[in-house]
């Protein structure tokens, strides 16, 4: 009687035509579940007034062309687009301010030696296991005068101490040779972490930038307890007022007529488009250097 044969891949055995077909089965149901609620919303905020009435308020494939009023009314100047220049300028503003503070702290614990090393190194791994809470939290921003100030949104989340330790790690395994040679050749600390340190690091740094520009981009809970101006509202705020809770977008909110305000449903749907479409436009760019900055940055220390 013959053995059955295995057919090896990387040392280990090849899974049988039943096993790929379930996994495949399995995985395309999956990527369904994803892909067919994403193209929903696509179709919902392109379709026409009368195909979005007609099918109820959602559509899955517009089959009457596509109308951008919904776009057009979002972008004319009234509460969203306010709150998108606002989460745009969270995020930009608040993901520098974060990477230049954790690159300079990360590349400062990482100098074995130096005055205070041990005792901050301690601090930051301290943090990771204590949370100050809610109430002193909003005591601290408070007793800053920050409330109601976009600054409320950007400073009590512009270190993550995750981040510090996962670049102060990345800094630790940058080859010693090349710091004793610049060393050697009079640079001083300054000199070495903007020539050497930054661009041996852009891997982690543009990983650490992603999570810091998703964190800010999608800031919801700190808007929610510090901000009660609406006009500083930023976008998540607005996506929870108008398409969580189901409050209506009028033509005074929208900078419209109101004979020229779309259905409710196509809004609320291009209100999720804009939410989503920047944050899928930046990751592509940075993919490349996940896995590399992640998984070097976490091992190496």
């Known amino acids: ?55 109820g308020g959602f559509v899955m494939f517009p089959t009457h062309g596509i109308d951008l009023s919904a776009y057009r009314s979002i972008f004319a100047g009234g509460t969203v687009t306010q709150a998108l220049l606002v989460s745009g300028f969270i995020t930009v503003v608040g993901t520098g301010i974060a990477l230049t503070l954790t690159c300079t702290l990360g590349w400062a614990l990482s100098r074995r030696g130096t005055l205070g090393n041990k005792p901050l190194l301690m601090l930051v791994l301290i943090s990771l296991l204590f949370n100050p809470g809610l109430i002193p939290t909003y005591l601290v921003v408070q007793q800053f005068g920050l409330l109601d100030s976009l600054w409320s949104v950007i400073i009590p989340t512009c270190v993550s101490a995750f981040n510090v330790i996962v670049v102060r790690a990345y800094f630790t395994g940058l ?39 998703v964190g800010y981009w999608n800031s919801f809970l700190n808007a929610m307890l510090y901000i009660n101006d609406a006009s500083k509202w930023p976008l998540q705020l607005v996506l929870r007022t108008y398409v969580v809770n189901g409050v209506e977008l009028g033509g005074q909110d929208l900078g419209v007529g109101a004979e020229a305000v779309p259905p409710q449903t196509t809004i609320q749907m291009a209100i999720l488009m804009i939410s989503v479409v920047p944050i899928l436009c930046v990751y592509p760019f940075i993919q490349r250097h996940f896995a590399k900055g992640v998984l070097t940055g976490a091992v190496k220390g």
């Open 175 to 213: 080859p010693a040779e090349i710091m004793d040679a610049a060393r050697i050749d009079g640079a001083s600390e300054w000199k070495m972490f903007r020539h050497i340190g930054l661009p041996l690091s852009k891997a982690v740094i543009a990983v650490i930038g992603l999570f810091y520009g």
């Open 1 to 55: 009687m013959t053995k059955r044969r295995y057919v090896l891949i990387d040392g280990m055995p090849m899974p049988s035509w039943t096993e790929r077909i379930t996994k495949g089965i399995f995985l395309t149901v999956i990527c369904a579940l994803v892909v067919v609620p994403f193209v929903g919303v696509i179709s919902t905020s392109l379709a026409t007034p009368e195909e979005v009435n007609r099918a």
